[in-house]
């Protein structure tokens, strides 16, 4: 039996998650905003249109590791919106704030991801929920998130390396040559070195 109770927690936890969310990756994309406010059952979780690339993200809590199973989940039906919005050139993000990151995959052509997913069912049994058709994205092609300015903030602080002039062989000849040459002069101040 459905546990209405439990389930409207996790909805309001959810959407607490999801702000959360948002805030975590707004460094890259600045305009992120919820995609319908007035219907928490949208068909994606935010939209964005940075730089004139409108982006659809869809956001999911999961209270493990990202790789504890053989993928992350979403439900099938997001999936299907998805292959519509690719078709109007909306793309598709779908992101899982787990324990150790954030991690995203973009679906961008079925035919050629298709390896990349497991169809299966699935559901929340303990708000007594029945079997959905769900999506796992494998763990291997899962991506974790990287804000941008924090790359940029560690690029400028790695120390630049230096760059060993390598000394060819003919150099050190030639040095030994003068060397020697110096040591054989009586008249030291005749001797002068020049180097091209």
Not at 107 to 126: A, S, T, V, Y
Not at 135 to 148: A, G, H, N, R, S
Not at 168 to 196: P, R, V, Y
Request: with cysteine.
């Amino acid at each position: 039996m459905l546990n209405n109770e439990l389930k409207q927690k996790n909805i309001d936890f959810g959407v607490s998650k999801e702000i959360e969310f948002m805030n975590n990756i707004r460094i890259n994309y600045p305009s992120i905003r919820a995609n319908n406010k007035k219907d928490k059952y949208a068909s994606m979780d935010c939209i964005s249109d940075d730089n004139g690339i409108i982006i659809e993200h869809e956001h999911k809590y999961r209270n493990i590791n990202h790789d504890a199973y053989v993928g992350l989940m979403f439900n099938r039906c997001k999936f299907y919106n998805s292959l519509e919005q690719i078709k109007n050139g909306i793309r598709q993000f779908y992101w899982w704030s787990c324990k150790d990151g954030i991690y995203y995959f973009e679906l961008k052509d079925f035919e050629k991801q298709k390896h990349m997913l497991i169809f299966g069912e699935n559901g929340n049994f303990q708000l007594g929920e029945s079997k959905k058709k769900v999506i796992d994205v494998k763990t291997e092609y899962l991506i974790k998130f990287q804000p941008k300015k924090l790359e940029t903030i560690i690029e400028k602080e790695e120390p630049k390396k230096i760059r060993k002039r390598k000394v060819k062989k003919k150099e050190i000849e030639l040095d030994n040559f003068l060397i020697q040459t110096k040591k054989n002069t009586k008249d030291k101040s005749m001797f002068f070195m020049s180097f091209d």
